[in-house]
């Protein structure tokens, strides 16, 4: 699969899927399993990972104060 946003004068980033990944957790994820990334693609995909998990944590915060009464 090839990003329509990559052409062959930029770089790609090879990371894994889970962007959020601490960087000793990144460095122990196998290279079968890192994507190459185009830096458009990972900038829009880790922000979209830190909304969903700022949303996530929100909610259980939510769920906590609404058991908490």
Do not use: G, N, Y
Not at 1 to 14: G, N, P, S, V
Not at 54 to 64: C, K, L
């Amino acid at each position: 699969m090839r990003c329509d946003k990559t052409t062959e004068q930029r770089a790609l980033i090879a990371a894994p899927a889970d962007l959020l990944l601490t960087v000793t957790a990144m460095a122990a994820v196998p290279t079968e399993q890192l994507l190459a990334w185009c830096p458009s693609c990972h900038s829009q995909t880790l922000a979209r990972q830190r909304a969903d998990a700022r949303e996530r944590t929100r909610h259980e915060a939510d769920s906590h104060t609404l058991f908490d009464l």
